[in-house]
Structures are given as structure tokens and as C-alpha cells.
């Protein structure tokens, strides 16, 4: 049975993020996947990571919960809004303080390579904007979406990292998000 993680990063508890999570975990649970959703905007914990790297700051219960939570998964989905072309502050910070080395990356001796500790597990991003979807990825370049797939899930060993963008977010009818929803669940149930 496949252990699904979804992260809700957007900072608003009550948004469309909430809702696209809420109908993932539907079609996930469909199919038969153990689901378990944390919503970023309920967790207490300091977004800033204080030291770097020089001095390891320990995480509070919360963040300690999660680390256990991506550890036991095979799947992670992160669903969040693209803000500024990348994404809210609460996720940077979240991913600042949780994917650490030692957890998800370590160094080698004497090389310039990383080792990849989150290897066997694979993700799902679902993202909203208020941009065209093309116009994000064409004439933006898509700097949000490469920095969470390529510069820190795979940089970490998740592979495959599979995107799902929906756009025009601030124009779109009631039947737009619905469609929009009716995805998210049939990717929950394909358990992608």
C-alpha cells in the first residue's frame, strides 16, 4: 500500500490549495493509498534558518513530526500557489529547516557530490497562479518550479518529480476550479 505525504504550503488555511489537497487525498484514498496531509499554515515552528549550516538548530515538535512523516512515505505532494514566480515564504522556510543534511542530503569526503538520502520516493507538484501557465513557463522560465523539482526534490534523490500548473487562478469561473479540483482528485487515484 503506497503512503502518500501531501504539504499544503500555502500560508491561508482557508484557500484553493486547501481544497485541491482535500480532493487529492479523496482520489489518493480511492485507490487505496494511506494519506496523510499536513497543512504548513497549522504548524509551529521558526521559518528561519538561523546558523546555516554551522550550527544545527533543533527542530520543534512539529517539524520533528514531519521529518518522521516524509521519512515513512513513498510519495510526496507538494500543493501551493506560485507567488512572485516561486513560492510562499512559509514553504522556503519550511524547506529550509526540515530538508537538512543528514535527512534528505550529505556531503561526500573530499568531493564536490551530494549524496541523495531521499532516494525511492517520488513527488507530485501542483501549483496555481494567477499568470497563464505559458506565459510562466516561456517568458518567466518557470524559476519556482525548477527550484523545488530540480535544485531540491531530485537534488535530494526524489525521482520522478511530476508538475501540474493551473492558471488563471484569479479569473477562472466556478467551473474552472471544479475541473481544476476533478483533476487533483483523478491524480490522487492514479496515485501520481
Given at each position: ?107 561526500k569526503p573530499d568531493s ?13 507538484l501542483i501549483v496555481t ?23 531540491t526534490l531530485e537534488f ?37
Amino acid at each position: 500500500m503506497k503512503k502518500i505525504l501531501i504539504i499544503n504550503g500555502n500560508p491561508e488555511k482557508d484557500s484553493f490549495s486547501t481544497a485541491l489537497s482535500e480532493r487529492y487525498e479523496i482520489g489518493a484514498k480511492k485507490a487505496g493509498a494511506t494519506c496523510n496531509t499536513i497543512h504548513l499554515s497549522e504548524l509551529k515552528f521558526d521559518p528561519i534558518l538561523r546558523h546555516g549550516y554551522n550550527t544545527r538548530t533543533e527542530l520543534e515538535p512539529d517539524l520533528m513530526a514531519v521529518v518522521y512523516e516524509i521519512e515513512s512515505s513513498d510519495h510526496l505532494v507538494f500543493i501551493y500557489p506560485c507567488w512572485w514566480s516561486t513560492f510562499p515564504a512559509l514553504l522556503k522556510g519550511f524547506i529550509d529547516r526540515v530538508f537538512l543534511p543528514g535527512f534528505t542530503f550529505d556531503t561526500k569526503p573530499d568531493s564536490y557530490k551530494y549524496k541523495k538520502l531521499l532516494k525511492g520516493k517520488t513527488a507530485r507538484l501542483i501549483v496555481t497562479m494567477d499568470a497563464p501557465t505559458w506565459y510562466y513557463r516561456l517568458i518567466n522560465g518557470s524559476p519556482g518550479l525548477k527550484a523545488m523539482k530540480k535544485c531540491t526534490l531530485e537534488f535530494c534523490g526524489v525521482k520522478p518529480v511530476k508538475v501540474t500548473t493551473f492558471g488563471l487562478m484569479k479569473t477562472s469561473s466556478t467551473d474552472q476550479r471544479e475541473k481544476m479540483l476533478q483533476k487533483a482528485e483523478q491524480l490522487g487515484h492514479l496515485l501520481k
